[in-house]
């Protein structure tokens, strides 16, 4: 069996450091055979033995001198030709794993597409694609033996040296064979062209013919760093709609001008299909995608684009940070603030804070955008850590939208004379607005950030909530599937006729978009309306459509969670309505107040962003909450001000690093036994108290019960991580400890506390 290379040794001739694609930690010492000596580089995908199968390997170089127990095994094959993973990305998915406690070669195997994620030898001309053949070398002649293959080679020369696949094929017999061959030999290049999927002509903008002065500023500061071509990083602080894309277009044609590569992290696939848009109005087929709603086939294929230089930008979401773009010399993360960057599953990274230090190892500008800045970012602009780059009005001095509160505890009172069932979710404010608004001509936008109907079914008689059978939450009534459904585990089951407790009827409280759907139908027959949430959009292509179709102006209203808060741009949308501002406020974590101002700024604005004005309704019961005054105010500097101040005194980031310990099994005696040794095993461990460690619980998790599995958690503040590291390191030691039933998470930097 392989030895496990714990100590640090000299490298030796003919052993290679593998990472396995297992959930062990380290890195594994095999033989290199002969006919691999010298072949092998950083970043190579192998097929190693492992225990009794073969497993995926990646290279990570030489290995130190073995230890002398046990017998070394050989490295079975290699799978590419070339590196599937660039140096810089092993370098960075290295750091991941070490700070974030996660097994190295799981989280290597977990960055790469499916199809370059197994053992198995990956074909460099995938099938069903367009290819051109663009001949690299004159040398005709040396084909004298292969005449057909000449043939071949002498119709692209005499064409201009490029065509398309089908045109050669068609004008030489058995060319598509014969390009192969070519290929092979080196004499010919076979190029994918990946076809425009997901962007649409409505989705893009032409380039302005001016910038804004504080455009201007901001784009001559980046050109400036791109040519220093040294680690620089910047925050664009700009409000919406105040041209935040056309920075990024204007330094990413600078950086390619340059020869060097640039990265585009979203948030959210519904963004990219704007935003891709755009980026292809302006650079054309030279932009490849990445995102999970894309095909097997397809995110293969823009990986071994980008691997191979053949494009050099990209587009994609969070897992987009670790893809092999060549000569990296700017990263951009549009809405930086946003959670979506942090990954819960699997290797558990944020994205934004990796971009920051992949453009230090590649000596990169990194550009985190935002109209309202995580304070995490901000504190690192107040330490001197980035700089700020300010884009405080909109494009064209266009106005900023009109905010306006609607108090649901004045316009939607409850009475005792209700007969039952709550009282419409649209005030008599909205429905004015939207009728207006309508009349016009003009689209709308509604956003509540919780899906379904109803939020949950309540029985009359005993008060009992229909609960998920898994989880420790209500579940949610979806009226046009006839179905309650559980949002955290997937468990659905049919509306019963009555309580399951004592069989009293059941009545309909809360609200989610799909009953905003229907009432908004019901309102305004005539108007065209659609849903954008993760219910209603069950594809890529589905998605694309629907954004397309709103850009046209052939919806008037749409209804959406959070997915419609996030960087659109749609100059007929004048009114933008926060259905319910509440939802996120009461959540049991510290940067509920910082996400409910993030969500209400977003999605304010939407609207107004053409030459009509814009106003935005925000209906709430809680009218006096901070979020909401900041919101409404456009104050986001006092919100963060008091934000930061509550955190310092509470020592939560960004003034102190934090670990989340969440213990999970299904036997709850099991779960509380664990998490109570877990917990001594801490305790002995920790530093002086004037190191300034503390830890919270062990205690039941805020959702304590979440598909079928009992749920415990424990926090662990440090100043430092490096502070923070070696208490984490014991508390892993002290896993072996635990029944294998047991299930342990260690999130280092967590993004929720639920």
């Not at 950083?42 to 190693?48: A, C, I, K, M, S």
């Not at 455009?215 to 040519?227: C, K, N």
């Not at 424990?714 to 039933?741: G, N, R």
Request: hydrophobic share 40%.
């Amino acid at each position: 069996m392989s030895n496990h290379t714990a100590a640090l040794f000299e490298p030796a001739p003919g052993l290679a450091s593998v990472a396995v694609g297992r959930p062990v930690r380290g890195a594994f010492t095999y033989r290199i055979p002969p006919e691999l000596q010298g072949r092998l580089q950083p970043g190579h995908r192998l097929e190693v033995p492992f225990g009794r199968s073969r497993e995926l390997g990646v290279y990570l170089g030489p290995a130190p001198e073995a230890p002398p127990a046990g017998r070394l095994k050989a490295i079975t094959r290699l799978l590419d030709d070339a590196p599937i993973i660039p140096e810089d990305v092993l370098t960075l998915v290295r750091f991941a794993a070490s700070h974030y406690r996660y097994p190295l070669g799981e989280a290597i195997q977990s960055i790469l597409p499916p199809g370059l994620n197994v053992p198995e030898a990956v074909p460099p001309i995938p099938d069903e694609v367009v290819l051109i053949a663009e001949a690299l070398v004159d040398q005709v002649p040396e084909l004298g033996r292969a005449p057909a293959q000449a043939a071949t080679l002498g119709y692209l020369l005499a064409i201009g040296g490029q065509a398309p696949v089908a045109e050669v094929a068609h004008a030489v017999p058995g060319a598509r064979e014969h390009l192969k061959r070519l290929h092979a030999k080196g004499f010919v290049r076979l190029l994918e062209v990946e076809k425009l999927k997901g962007s649409r002509p409505e989705l893009t903008a032409a380039r302005p013919e001016t910038l804004t002065p504080e455009q201007q500023t901001a784009r001559t500061v980046l050109l400036a760093s791109l040519e220093e071509g040294a680690f620089s990083p910047f925050l664009l602080h700009g409000v919406t709609g105040s041209g935040k894309t056309e920075v990024y277009m204007q330094a990413a044609e600078a950086a390619l001008a340059r020869g060097r590569g640039v990265l585009v992290l979203v948030p959210e696939i519904a963004l990219t299909p704007q935003l891709v848009g755009r980026f292809r109005s302006r650079f054309g087929h030279r932009v490849a995608l990445l995102h999970s709603a894309l095909t097997s086939r397809e995110r293969m294929r823009s990986w071994q684009q980008l691997a191979r230089g053949d494009v050099r930008l990209a587009v994609g979401v969070r897992s987009a940070i670790f893809a092999p773009v060549r000569d990296l010399g700017l990263i951009v993360v549009d809405e930086e603030h946003d959670p979506s960057f942090k990954q819960d599953r699997a290797l558990p990274y944020n994205a934004r804070d990796l971009a920051v230090v992949r453009a230090r190892n590649c000596g990169a500008t990194v550009v985190l955008g935002s109209a309202t800045p995580s304070l995490e970012t901000l504190e690192n602009v107040r330490r001197e850590r980035y700089r700020l780059l300010e884009l405080r009005r909109r494009v064209d001095d266009r106005p900023m939208p009109r905010l306006e509160l609607v108090d649901l505890r004045q316009v939607r009172p409850r009475s005792a004379h209700d007969s039952g069932g709550e009282p419409p979710i649209l005030s008599a404010p909205l429905l004015t607005a939207m009728e207006q608004t309508l009349q016009r001509g003009q689209q709308v936008i509604l956003f509540l950030n919780r899906r379904g109907h109803s939020a949950f079914l309540v029985c009359q008689t005993c008060g009992e909530a229909v609960r998920c059978r898994n989880c420790d939450v209500s579940l949610t009534h979806h009226l046009a599937r006839q179905r309650l459904v559980c949002h955290y585990c997937g468990d659905h089951r049919p509306v019963p006729n009555g309580c399951d407790a004592c069989r009293g009827p059941l009545l309909a409280l809360g609200v989610g978009t799909e009953r905003v759907e229907a009432e908004v139908a019901e309102r305004f027959p005539s108007a065209r309306v659609a849903r954008l949430d993760r219910d209603a959009i069950t594809s890529d292509h589905r998605l694309t459509e629907l954004l397309s179709a709103f850009a046209r102006r052939e919806i008037d209203v749409l209804v959406g969670t959070q997915m419609v808060a996030k960087g659109h741009d749609f100059p007929g949308v004048t009114l933008v309505c926060v259905v319910l501002a509440d939802t996120s406020l009461s959540l049991p974590d510290f940067r509920a107040a910082e996400r409910t101002f993030h969500l209400l700024t977003q999605v304010a604005g939407r609207a107004g962003r053409g030459q009509e004005p814009g106003r935005v309704l925000v209906q709430t019961y809680h009218p006096d909450a901070a979020p909401i005054q900041r919101t409404l105010a456009g104050d986001y500097a006092g919100f963060a001000e008091e934000e930061l101040s509550w955190r310092q005194r509470l020592a939560w980031p960004p003034f102190t690093r934090l670990a989340a310990i969440r213990i999970e099994d299904r036997d709850p005696d099991r779960t509380v036994r664990a998490a109570r040794l877990l917990g001594e095993r801490v305790a002995q461990v920790l530093p002086p108290a004037r190191m300034g460690v503390r830890v919270l619980g062990p205690a039941p998790a805020p959702l304590a019960r979440l598909q079928g599995l009992t749920r415990w958690q424990m926090l662990i503040k440090a100043p430092t991580h490096a502070v923070l590291q070696p208490v984490l390191a014991a508390l892993e030691a002290a896993l072996d400890e635990l029944p294998s039933s047991v299930r342990v998470a260690i999130d280092v930097d967590p993004g929720a506390m639920l």
